[in-house]
């Protein structure tokens, strides 16, 4: 069980798993979130990194093998792409930036 996460500054924090139900809200997609979640959550253990929880969500939709599954996958990396490039989905550049 999932009891503190490590954060990409290596912060320790406790492990909230609504933060991991946003991902979801986020990717707008309509398929099983919460299997998803509880396959990808069974596979970790305490003090797992963020990064290991979106590899393991990813994981969790591939192994789906479903149309759904597989964008909430992609649009998972993207989100995991945007907050390396720019530190969060929030501060991406528009276009005339």
Known sequence: MIKN????????????????????????????????????????????TTKEINAALVSACLDRFDEGSFKLAGRILVGEVYKDAYGSHKSIPTLTD
């Open 5 to 48: 996460v490590v954060k990409s500054d290596g912060t320790i924090v406790p492990f909230d798993p609504s933060k991991t139900n946003r991902w979801a809200e986020w990717a707008g997609i309509g398929t099983d979130w919460t299997s998803i979640a509880l396959d990808a959550m069974s596979k970790l253990q305490d003090m797992c």
